[in-house]
């Protein structure tokens, strides 16, 4: 065993607190050498026990009729007929990508689709929700900048190679995000239902084999990293940033799906955070099983490496799976075949422990249950988020509304971000039916006849004014883009980004935000199935804004998709949902009141759940009789934002309203349940918008020239459509290039 | 007909063309591995996009000796018909299969948008189903694009009209428009645009199918008559 003394120092470092520590010497019944307490620390750190955050993730909806499995495997599995299934997660690498803004997106992608074909599913799409400080802040412009592109290219470099598509996603700029960008990353696969894998080891005497990439000191804490904030002293931690090969990624998937199709293979599961440490007793946990394996077997790239390392090593690439004992010739063959390292580590025992042995010496020796499952749960205190000042802070400016919406269009949270989607390839595999810039993506499931539909939603803004009703909008919305592109929601993954939660009021906010998401997921029949909390989200004290990004999947029939752009003059224009209402308290946490006036205040558009969703009901119905030529989801940045969108294809419109709202209030609220909708037969959505109640009033007639909106007679907005475009679609290279 | 697809280790467009030519051409595909010594019983290959080795040193640079490339050179060398896709365009000039090479592009930044090409050509097996001069809606998805050449070989390849496509706006800075080329028999193209993914509505545009059905013709027109 290792000599090195386990002094509290030492614990300290390993970011144990001393009740931990006890726990860990009530375990073993013994206090733990130097490799016991690596191994402990990375699978009880933050990262990968939710210790902060499990009490509160129970309270998540976790089932529905269609999810054949829910949190707790490597991703979750939906049901979509026909005997097929979805596997799909989104994960964070927020840490690792502002430390090495390319590598860390890259393996950020990498780690997701490991997730996905564990579970024998093909990956067939990849969504980023993606945040970053302002392009133009005075101190972090340039570092910003440099942020951005780097981690585009670390996500195109690594899902281009791969040959997934990066379907969409969200792009989303805030002065809290200087220090801390925001790297979420989603994906989808698909299986034939009898195909699925499971990470359980099971069978007593089976072996436990290696694949993949070769083991060296990269990547070493990295779970840990992701458990701490930022000080200046974490620049020295870029060695914790594992390097990717999506090309060795790519010949693991081919490889292990063809070895599964063997029947060799019991279980199986990626080496992600905390590598062979976290995979042998993730496994043997589930299985209620003990692993024995022996480090000298080990692929290594290194020399001289501790155990320490090895158990520790987060090298990227690799996959731990179990065999059907004197099958393993089946397995090595595949493997073979692709040019991957396969070898026999260790078995599957029946004492429950993970007994890790290096020169035939025992050197760790722990049992898998507990250190897999028992991590420390902590009710941290939670205080209520404070309230917001509710009124606007100074007497608004009078703004010209075109002008207004020339700045909203330009600016770089609503902006096209093709400069972005363009640099990944968005098309292989030939299923990508409605791809980047779209409400929703779609993607067919050729061997099946249906499409999946997946959007990511998070408004910090809304989430910092109110963190319960800024995830219930965050729902709301990404169903109702769903809804708009005719798909039925199933079910969901979140991706929780927060600041420190050993701070009440951080604390705080992750409690309303789940109780929030709670209830809409509820309400929305959208079960969580997975997903990932990124906490010690600060860099020297300043924590980030709540960000609880949600990601949900629906389905519907393979067709021609409805997409946003109008397509000819002259078709009537419906504003599905009706213009909505907004007060004074309501507008300040809007693109408007960000972009036009630089404030923010008040709180987050009101939510009728109810209505919301018999607006989406409508819309479905809307598409399904194939009466929408065109649908677009009102969001950021309103109605004359959405209108202006709408118009990118060549084609406009002109507008005309009967309110009494103000100018500002009417064209730039981002009240939710609304639906842009141009259609040959009125009367016909009208119609159908009325059997779900919902109120959908006659806006106007799409044109040939230009946008127009006018209220009451009098003219709002009359722009060209070259120069909505000038503003919506060069601005970000524009930003990047400044 | 039948066209074999070949998987290099990387291959990942490899599907999508076996799917272009099952479902939306109605012929049949087949996969070949690369360490295959021979073609076996095929009437056309196709290599097809993806990153084969990574693609690292160069693009292509190490699948040119892979086992199946051999084998490849003897059926272009009998005048069977070689269709290079995206990376399979990049093996195909490293394997000196075709003249010129293929560059980072222009941008420094990999791209994948839908590109208008004009038809340089009718006079080929790839082409012949085209009408003159028509412009086919095809998407890209690269990083090294960007055809190069002396400019004697562009000349003569110009001279030969062995310019299969042009971009109508070129993306990625090739020399003289170049999207595709032709070899000096004819019988082999490579180009960087998917035909393989504009083979049905669904996937936006249908123009691709206008070179698979070439193929097909002068396929079954070289077929010997069967009486």
């Known amino acids: ?738 | 007909m039948k066209f074999g697809v070949i998987v290099f280790p990387g291959s990942n467009c490899d599907h999508d063309a076996w799917f272009a030519v099952n479902h939306n051409l109605g012929h049949q595909a087949e996969f070949i591995w690369h360490d295959s010594a021979t073609l076996g019983d095929i009437d056309a290959v196709i290599l097809p996009g993806g990153f084969a080795y990574g693609d690292y040193l160069r693009c292509g640079a190490i699948a040119k000796f892979s086992p199946v490339m051999a084998a490849v050179r003897r059926f272009a060398a009998d005048g069977g018909l070689v269709l290079g896709i995206c990376n399979g365009f990049q093996i195909l000039v490293e394997a000196g299969l075709l003249p010129g090479a293929l560059m980072r592009n222009r941008n420094l930044k990999f791209i994948c948008r839908e590109v208008r090409l004009r038809t340089g050509t009718l006079d080929s097996p790839f082409t012949s189903a085209a009408s003159s001069g028509q412009v086919l809606r095809l998407p890209i998805a690269h990083g090294e694009g960007c055809y190069v050449a002396d400019e004697r070989t562009l000349d003569e390849l110009e001279a030969e009209d062995r310019v299969a496509f042009r971009y109508l706006d070129n993306p990625n800075g090739s020399m003289r428009d170049i999207a595709g080329i032709l070899n000096a028999r004819r019988n082999v193209m490579g180009l960087m645009p998917h035909p393989e993914r504009a083979t049905e509505p669904l996937m936006g545009s249908s123009d691709g199918l206008v070179i698979f059905r070439s193929m097909v013709e002068a396929m079954v027109m070289a077929a010997p008559l069967q009486i």
Not at chain 1, 54 to 76: F, I, M, S, Y
Not at chain 1, 274 to 303: K, N, W, Y
Request: aromatic share 6%; with cysteine.
């Open chain 1, 1 to 738: 065993m290792s000599t090195l003394a386990i002094t509290p120092d030492l614990i300290a470092q390993h970011q144990l607190t001393e009740p931990e520590y006890r726990k860990i010497v009530d375990i073993l019944g013994r206090a733990p050498n130097y490799t016991e307490l690596g191994v402990f620390s990375v699978m009880w750190s933050e990262h990968c026990s939710y210790k902060s955050s499990r009490l509160h993730l129970k309270k998540l909806p976790t089932r529905g009729k269609a999810v054949v499995q829910g949190p707790g495997e490597n991703a979750g599995i939906v049901d979509i007929g026909g005997g097929y299934v979805i596997a799909f997660k989104i994960e964070s690498h927020n840490h690792p990508s502002f430390i090495e803004p390319f590598q860390g997106a890259a393996t950020g992608v990498g780690g997701i689709l490991r997730d996905i074909f564990t579970m024998g599913a093909r990956p067939i799409a990849v969504l980023d929700s993606l945040r970053f400080g302002p392009l133009d802040d005075a101190a972090n412009g340039p570092r910003n900048r440099r942020i951005l592109q780097g981690v585009v290219a670390g996500i195109a470099h690594y899902g281009n190679c791969f040959g997934v598509p990066t379907v969409g996603g969200e792009c989303i700029f805030e002065p809290c995000y200087n220090g801390n960008p925001l790297v979420n990353v989603f994906a989808l696969g698909v299986a034939k239902k009898e195909d699925i894998f499971y990470a359980s080891a099971a069978g007593v005497g089976n072996p436990v084999i290696y694949v993949g990439a070769k083991t060296g000191r990269d990547g070493i804490h990295g779970a840990s990293m992701a458990s701490a904030e930022f000080t200046e002293e974490s620049k020295q931690k870029r060695p914790n940033v594992q390097v990717g090969d999506p090309f060795l990624e790519k010949l693991l998937l081919e490889a292990c799906l063809e070895a599964m199709q063997t029947g060799a293979i019991v279980a199986i599961q990626d080496m992600g955070a905390a590598g062979l440490t976290c995979s042998t007793c993730e496994m043997g946990s589930r299985g209620g099983t003990g692993i024995e394996i022996e480090l000298d077997r080990v692929p290594q790239r290194e020399t001289g490496m501790t155990p320490y390392e090895i158990m520790l090593s987060e090298s990227q690439e690799r996959m731990l799976l179990v065999a059907a004992k004197g099958r393993e010739d089946e397995v090595f063959r595949v493997f073979r075949k692709w040019g991957l390292d396969a070898v026999t580590i260790g078995t599957v025992t029946g004492d429950g422990l993970l007994r890790v042995k290096q020169h035939a010496r025992t050197v760790a020796e722990i049992p898998n249950r507990e250190l897999a499952d028992e991590a420390p749960l902590y009710d941290r205190p939670h205080i209520a988020p404070p309230a917001r000042p509710l009124a606007t802070p100074a007497a608004r400016p009078v703004v010209d509304p075109a002008a207004a919406l020339t700045k909203l269009l330009a600016s770089s949270d609503i902006c096209s971000k093709r400069y972005i989607w363009e640099q990944y390839d968005h098309m292989v595999r030939t299923n990508t039916i409605a791809g980047p810039g779209a409400d929703a993506a779609v993607v067919r499931i050729k061997e099946s006849g249906v499409s999946v539909a997946m959007s990511l939603d998070g408004n910090s803004r809304y989430c910092y004014l109110s963190p319960r009703e800024g995830a219930q909008l965050a729902v709301a919305e990404c169903c109702r883009n769903l809804a708009t592109v005719g798909a039925q929601p199933v079910a969901a993954t979140n991706c929780l980004n927060f600041g420190n939660p050993e701070r009440p009021e951080i604390m705080g906010q992750l409690v309303e935000a789940i109780e929030g998401m709670s209830d809409a997921c509820r309400f929305f029949e959208t079960p969580i199935t997975g997903g990932n909390v990124s906490l010690y989200n600060e860099t020297l004290g300043d924590g980030i804004w709540p960000t609880p990004v949600i990601g949900i999947v629906g389905l519907l029939r393979t067709a021609t998709p409805v997409t946003r752009n109008f397509k000819t003059a002259g078709q009537p224009v419906i504003l599905l949902g009706g213009l909505g209402d907004c007060d004074e308290v309501r507008f300040g946490g809007t693109e408007y009141a960000k972009v036009v006036l630089n404030e923010l205040w008040g709180l987050p558009p009101a939510l009728d759940m109810d209505y919301e969703k018999r607006v989406h009901d409508a819309m479905r119905e809307i598409v399904a009789a194939g009466l929408a030529e065109s649908a677009h989801d009102v969001s950021d940045g309103g109605l004359a934002v959405a209108a202006a969108e709408c118009c990118m294809g060549g084609v406009g419109a002109a507008l005309h309203f009967e309110s009494d709202l103000s100018p500002e209030i009417l064209l730039f609220h981002e009240g939710p349940s609304r639906i842009l909708v141009s259609t040959e037969s009125p009367d016909e959505v009208i119609r159908i918008a009325a059997s779900h109640g919902v109120a959908a009033p006659r806006i106007g007639i799409t044109m040939n020239d230009g946008l127009g909106i006018g209220n009451r007679g009098a003219t709002l907005i009359s722009v060209t459509i070259d120069s909505l475009r000038e503003n919506y679609e060069g601005s970000l290279e524009k930003q990047l290039r400044s």
